[in-house]
């Protein structure tokens, strides 16, 4: 199987890579293990959220300055800061086109509410979300938040509990929609998705509408989970309509509606642009001749190898087994690629769990292009993209989307130059 980019890994950074290319006329593969992890993810989009002492960012553009000083490792410092701000910016434009639609821009991060009705910085938020200015509040002075009944991946108390420690009248409630009832009745699939996909259809976002207009009367905004909106993207703005006031959306535990929703967006994109998936595949060797990546074999397609002039690896982090962790090592399974790591096991984490811990900087070392490394040395034809690189933490600094997406099209520009200089 022959292509003009391989792409190792399906979620945010491989599809947007992937989308990129293929836009540009790469026939590309993407070899996709499982679930990507934007099936559990908030749908929210990080940049760069927060600075070493917890304060919130509200331009992060400027910090990257001061990013570059403490945090030399981290792929934003290694691209620069003009390179970063223009990834960023064709990634905005890259997520639109894809049908995608959010607040937010580069230019300013804004606060999002959580599933706990606290506040979190980020770049961008789903339409839908319930969203703030840095450093303000939000816009409603009487909220309602509604919970479904019976359904334990959100718990309307505790959000309103948070939303009233700023001021906020809130009230709460539980939905009783009939339609719900058989899958109230099994606990294992009264989950947001399933939920979704029986409120989505007219006559039940109906019924919906008709208990929101009851529960609303008196406040300015109502809140729920994210449990609507996943066949039908316009079943959200019809109830905004039928209430006649703001119904926002906040994501519930996973699997996240909000999150699969954009994976299904990208992947469909991918797919129109004449891109190759392969779900419920794995990488499980390649062979290498001097420092090019020759051929790349998968389960299953066992002796039939993939073969591409670029190589992407955006497979992730530990939870997507892109990086490895044994008692004594930290490894890249697939290449056996350079680690930024610690030798010592007891370096991994910190004993506060609260505080970062050095084990989210772990990943794939690369040169200043971000090709990957053996022994020091760059594989011409590998790149190495999103969670799986090294030298930033994306819970502490909030930027995880961020450098998926930015280095995602960093790469395929990359790749793109390189195709225009051999033609």
Aim: hydrophobic letters at 40%; a negative charge; proline letters at 6%.
């Amino acid at each position: 199987m022959k292509f003009d980019v391989a792409i190792i890994g399906g979620g945010l950074a491989g599809l947007t890579c992937g989308i990129q290319l293929a836009e540009q006329g790469k026939r590309c593969a993407i070899i996709s293990a499982g679930q990507s992890a934007l099936h559990f993810s908030s749908g929210s989009l990080d940049f760069l959220s927060y600075r070493p002492d917890g304060s919130a960012i509200d331009n992060p553009l400027d910090a990257l300055a001061e990013l570059a000083k403490h945090s030399p490792e981290h792929p934003y410092s290694l691209l620069g800061a003009e390179c970063v701000k223009q990834m960023a910016g064709q990634a905005e434009r890259l997520l639109q086109d894809c049908g995608l639609h959010f607040n937010g821009s580069i230019d300013h991060n804004h606060l999002r509410v959580t599933p706990l009705g606290t506040l979190r910085a980020t770049w961008l938020s789903p339409v839908e979300v319930p969203t703030a200015a840095i450093n303000s509040p939000l816009s409603w002075k009487r909220i309602a938040v509604v919970g479904i009944e019976g359904f334990l991946d959100f718990q309307p108390q505790l959000a309103a509990g948070s939303l009233a420690e700023q001021g906020i009248e809130v009230t709460t409630d539980y939905l009783h929609v009939p339609a719900l009832d058989r899958l109230r009745n099994n606990p294992s699939e009264f989950r947001a998705t399933n939920i979704s996909r029986v409120l989505d259809l007219p006559e039940n976002t109906e019924l919906l509408a008709e208990e929101l207009v009851r529960l609303a009367d008196d406040v300015d905004a109502v809140i729920l989970p994210a449990c609507i909106g996943l066949e039908n993207a316009k079943s959200v703005s019809l109830l905004c309509a039928r209430v006649g006031k703001p119904v926002m959306l906040v994501p519930t535990l996973p699997p996240s509606l909000l999150g699969i929703r954009m994976h299904q967006a990208l992947r469909r994109r991918f797919q129109q642009l004449g891109g190759q998936f392969m779900p419920g595949d794995s990488v499980l060797r390649a062979e290498i001749d001097g420092q090019c990546v020759k051929k790349i074999y998968t389960r299953n397609h066992t002796d039939i190898p993939v073969v591409a002039d670029q190589v992407v690896l955006a497979s992730g982090s530990f939870f997507s087994n892109g990086l490895i962790a044994e008692f004594d090592r930290i490894y890249e399974p697939v290449f056996g690629l350079d680690v930024l790591d610690a030798s010592q096991r007891g370096d991994w984490t910190q004993e506060n769990m609260f505080s970062p811990q050095p084990y989210l900087r772990f990943g794939v070392k690369t040169d200043q292009t971000l090709r990957g490394t053996v022994g020091g040395k760059p594989l011409s034809n590998l790149y190495i993209i999103g969670a799986v690189l090294g030298g930033y933490d994306p819970l502490q600094q909030g930027c995880g989307a961020g450098v998926s997406l930015v280095t995602a099209q960093y790469v395929a520009q990359q790749i793109l130059a390189l195709a225009e200089v051999a033609a």
